[in-house]
């Protein structure tokens, strides 16, 4: 049975470390609201990462890139308040990174505002500088291999990356460069297990994955797929654990037949007057009404 949220310990970024090198596998769900927080974190939810994929699955946008560092500390803060005995970790928006400098600035902004114990960027060798800079200013700070979603159009689309030995070295080599630059783990998303584990083996730092198998210390689901409340699409790697989206078209549905038919709301669902004051309210509606006259 999973811990209260009052009697669980929090996992911290050094037991991160020691979990990869023990083998323990941790869960990771990705959320953007309170709500939804409280529920991963009431399930015993290892880590709830607060990513800008919720541009896709709570604002509506067809990929990740218009989030801004405001938004995704707003989103911080409240899956804070639904999850404050869960660590959390808060993906940097596109554009939010794209200079050592205005990577620091931001980093800082999402850890002292939005409350998240890590952040992270995406990029590899070609992001040596910056997750460095990030790293030596204090912040604990991840990044990401494979499918980039801020490349979503250099890429082509959300494509499955790693396909040839030549492009699984390449990734092995930009999850070398990220551990080498001081950051604390990395994301191993959209690639066949074998180059995952070949990415979770070449690095001492801690790994999760999504779309990689079961490669890495970690494994990640976004929690709006695995409840299945978000089912514009679902990705091959998805798995629907509930069928929300489902159940709440049927709600309201239901509710809207309810209102039109005269069903709802009945004496159940409504408030009611002692029958002493709703003849006193009679009679004070009849003296109005014959002043009016």
Known sequence: MAKSMSDRKKLTIPELAIKKASGERLVMVAVGEALTAAWAERAGVDIVGVGDSLGMTLHGHENT?????????????????????????????????????????????LMKEGGAEAVKLQGGREM???????????????????????????????????????????IIDNALAIEEAGAIGLEIEAMPYEVGKAVDDAVDIFTFSIGAGSAGTCQLLNGYDLIGAFD???????????????V??????????????????DEDHSYTMSPEEIAKLEVMLAQKESKRD
């Not at 808060?90 to 050592?100: N, W």
């Not at 514009?232 to 489902?246: C, Q, T």
């Open 65 to 109: 890139l218009a989030m801004t560092v405001d938004q995704m500390i707003d989103h911080c803060k409240a899956v804070r308040r639904g999850a404050p005995n869960t660590l959390s970790l808060v993906s940097m928006p596109y554009g939010s990174y794209a200079t050592p400098d205005l990577a620091v600035l931001n980093a800082i902004r």
């Open 128 to 170: 040596f500088s910056i997750i460095k800079a990030v790293a030596d200013a204090g912040v604990p700070v991840m990044s990401h291999v494979g499918l980039l979603p801020h490349r979503v159009h250099t890429l082509g689309g959300f494509k499955m990356q790693g396909r040839t030995a030549t492009a699984a070295m390449e």
């Open 232 to 246: 514009s699409f679902k990705p091959k790697f998805a798995k629907r654990y509930g069928n929300i989206a489902e």
């Open 248 to 265: 709440a078209t049927k709600a309201f549905q239901d509710y809207a037949a309810d209102v039109r038919n005269g069903t709802f709301p």
